[in-house]
């Protein structure tokens, strides 16, 4: 009975194992203005979503801040489907929102830097991923001058 028990346990904790998932390494590929108001400014951010698993990665939206010099610059969500092929990677296209304000304390810190370059952080989620719910996500870089 005991040895049962050991094995039931053994294929237990290996069923466990192989639904883990690595995280999406998720970083920016493009970025377009779309449109520019007096209060409001719009772009288009394309995410390249690099995926390290063995099988294919789905969400049902993603949701996101874009930080830059350490402040929050603009903000997305999208309820677009997202499937990334096994051990691929693809595209997301999303909408982004900032404001005159943002753009203010940002075009300060530019002049402030005398080699033109801020980093940016993208901090957010890619949401029912999987079906199994969110999965966080963190991207780190630089935009030169």
Same mark, same amino acid.
Request: charged share 20%; aromatic share 8%; proline share 4%.
């Given at each position: 009975? +005991?040895?049962?028990?050991?094995?039931?346990?053994?294929?237990?904790?290996?069923?466990?194992?192989?639904?883990? =998932? %690595? +995280?999406?390494? &998720?970083?920016?590929?493009? &970025?377009? $203005?779309? +449109?520019?108001?007096?209060?409001?400014?719009?772009?288009?951010?394309?995410?390249?979503?690099?995926?390290?698993?063995?099988? @294919?990665?789905?969400?049902?939206?993603?949701?996101?801040?874009?930080?830059?010099?350490? @402040?929050? =610059?603009?903000?997305?969500?999208?309820? %677009?489907?997202?499937?990334? $092929?096994? =051990?691929? @990677?693809? +595209?997301?296209?999303?909408?982004? *929102?900032?404001?005159?304000?943002?753009?203010?304390?940002?075009?300060?810190?530019?002049?402030?830097? $005398?080699?033109?370059?801020?980093? *940016?952080? &993208?901090?957010? *989620?890619?949401?029912?991923?999987?079906?199994?719910?969110? &999965? $966080?996500?963190?991207?780190?870089?630089?935009?030169?001058?």
């Amino acid at each position: 009975m +005991k040895t049962v028990m050991a094995w039931l346990l053994a294929v237990l904790l290996t069923s466990c194992a192989s639904f883990s =998932l %690595q +995280k999406p390494q &998720i970083h920016i590929a493009d &970025i377009q $203005p779309v +449109k520019t108001t007096l209060l409001e400014q719009s772009f288009d951010l394309t995410l390249r979503v690099q995926n390290p698993n063995n099988r @294919e990665l789905t969400a049902k939206g993603i949701s996101f801040d874009l930080n830059v010099a350490g @402040e929050k =610059l603009a903000t997305g969500v999208s309820n %677009q489907a997202v499937a990334i $092929p096994a =051990l691929g @990677e693809g +595209k997301i296209k999303l909408r982004l *929102y900032t404001s005159l304000g943002s753009w203010l304390k940002q075009a300060g810190k530019f002049m402030e830097k $005398p080699d033109g370059k801020l980093d *940016y952080e &993208i901090k957010g *989620y890619l949401d029912g991923l999987n079906g199994w719910g969110r &999965i $966080p996500f963190t991207s780190r870089g630089s935009w030169n001058n």
